[in-house]
């Protein structure tokens, strides 16, 4: 949603809808303008685009919503479309005088600053705001993975883009402004409205996911525009006027000038104090009306937010679901083969074995089983054992170990056939083949990743990760290595996330 101080320079298309509003706003409330422009995706056979523009003239200047949607003949239209921003708000932009009131209208930027941190936590955490707020932080290099000046372009009348300049560090704004609202070496914290809740929403994505985002060509501004969008669209199309609240506020000034040319025949008797309640009673209706839309929209915006961290919640109890699945079936698996190649399960290991299905266990003791039950398949190094201490504290081991095992057979099964395009199939979210650019061409930063395996300095860039937050309990990466002339994995690391950044967490 746009507004602007003025018509003027728009060009012929706006020009003849500002001297129709002009016309309309001569009643006592001016109605508005709504006009639909359908065209097919010119990559998608079957695909419409449908572009709905609402122009209304109010008493400090002209209101300007559009409404973009898709319409697709049947469904064997499967491609997703790409979010992107109407060329039309690009069009008004370069050509009105655009309302300081409008979100997202400039760019803005911190420094390390208590003050602007604590500025920055109170306009978040201000029950009036509305919008998402996009920060955006920068990498080891010093500068964002994207432009924020084009993103903010696309999300103008969306969000706010506010961007951490070089000289912000992420430990300082986070003792300022909590892990929950910060952003560090080059990840992006979206940071929805807090509305009635404690805290305000969030969805962060770090730098991994956003390389892994580039790597696989998507654009990322269009990924940021379709998370926002599928979080505000609920709430912001209650601000679109559509042909339907055009047609009934015409009626409404239709009524209204009927009851002014009745007053104007000066009758009077019973007829008089009849229709007059009548038209009270209409009135009162649609205050009525009105009033259970705004409540009705509200339910909908709560259940909206309420279902988006539902489905996160969901995908993560899914996936430890999935991998306790997995351990119980290899475990008894392994208990009941005595043909492998690997040694017979002794009565010691298979008591530790039955501990684990009752508790989960430490990373050591998940490195040492996964080594005892694989001993031809899979190597744990002293460092990784040491970082292993370093994570004593780690409370997902049924899922860690559920991920050991399937590095110790799906995964080394996929690499003995030469092929490592199918690990994410098995490994999901959880399993990455490398490091982030900026940390594999960073020798201060690729040290942490290299470990000694039969007296050779080897770098470890693969690596599974459970969690994201900066919390031993809740986050561990496990880097390995691929030794393929003995068909074995070397684990070298398994503890908290190594170093991202010279400033970074």
Not at 25 to 47: E, K, M, Q, Y
Not at 236 to 262: G, N
Not at 425 to 451: C, H, M, W
Request: glycine content about 6%.
């Amino acid at each position: 949603m746009l507004r602007y101080s003025s018509c003027e320079g728009l060009g012929p298309f706006a020009a003849n809808c500002a001297l129709h509003l002009s016309t309309l706003s001569t009643r006592r409330a001016s109605t508005g303008l709504i006009r639909t422009f359908p065209n097919p995706d010119s990559d998608v056979h079957g695909r419409q685009w449908i572009t709905e523009i609402g122009i209304r003239v109010e008493s400090d200047g002209v209101l300007f919503t559009t409404l973009l949607e898709t319409s697709d003949i049947s469904t064997q239209v499967t491609d997703i479309p790409q979010s992107s921003r109407p060329k039309v708000v690009k069009y008004l932009q370069n050509n009105c005088n655009i309302s300081k009131d409008t979100i997202g209208l400039g760019l803005k930027n911190i420094s390390n600053d208590e003050e602007v941190f604590r500025a920055l936590l109170a306009e978040l955490e201000r029950p009036e705001r509305k919008h998402p707020v996009v920060l955006v932080s920068c990498d080891s290099s010093g500068k964002p993975l994207l432009n924020p000046r084009s993103l903010q372009e696309q999300l103008i009348g969306l969000a706010q883009v506010v961007v951490c300049d070089q000289s912000v560090d992420s430990w300082e704004m986070e003792r300022a402004l909590g892990r929950r609202y910060s952003a560090w070496g080059g990840a992006i914290n979206v940071i929805f409205p807090i509305r009635n809740r404690s805290v305000c929403p969030r969805r962060l994505l770090l730098v991994e996911h956003l390389e892994e985002l580039k790597s696989n060509d998507k654009y990322l501004i269009g990924e940021l525009l379709s998370i926002i969008t599928h979080t505000t669209n609920g709430y912001r199309k209650r601000l679109h006027f559509s042909p339907t609240d055009v047609r009934a506020k015409r009626q409404k000034d239709h009524r209204e000038f009927l009851k002014q040319k009745y007053s104007e025949l000066q009758q009077s008797g019973d007829y008089e104090e009849l229709l007059n309640e009548a038209f009270e009673q209409i009135d009162s209706y649609d205050s009525t009306i009105e009033a259970l839309k705004d409540e009705h929209q509200q339910i909908v915006d709560s259940f909206e937010m309420e279902k988006m961290e539902l489905e996160d919640t969901n995908e993560a109890l899914t996936e430890e679901i999935r991998s306790n699945s997995y351990t119980i079936s290899e475990l008894k698996r392994q208990l009941g083969s005595t043909n492998s190649g690997d040694q017979v399960l002794d009565a010691e290991l298979i008591q530790i074995l039955s501990e684990t299905l009752t508790y989960d266990p430490n990373p050591e003791q998940c490195l040492m089983l996964v080594e005892a039950m694989y001993p031809s398949r899979i190597v744990v190094l002293d460092s990784a054992l040491t970082s292993a201490r370093d994570s004593i504290s780690f409370k997902q081991g049924r899922k860690l170990i559920g991920l050991l095992f399937k590095l110790a057979t799906e995964y080394i099964d996929i690499l003995s056939q030469g092929g490592d395009s199918k690990a994410k199939d098995i490994f999901g979210k959880s399993y990455s083949a490398n490091e982030s650019e900026t940390v594999e061409k960073s020798p201060e930063l690729s040290k942490f990743r290299q470990f000694t395996y039969n007296g050779v300095d080897t770098y470890m860039f693969k690596h599974l990760r459970i969690g994201v937050a900066d919390n031993i309990a809740e986050t561990i990466r496990v880097h390995f290595h691929w030794d393929s002339e003995k068909s074995t994995i070397v684990i070298g690391y398994c503890g908290p996330h190594l170093p991202i950044g010279s400033k970074s967490h």
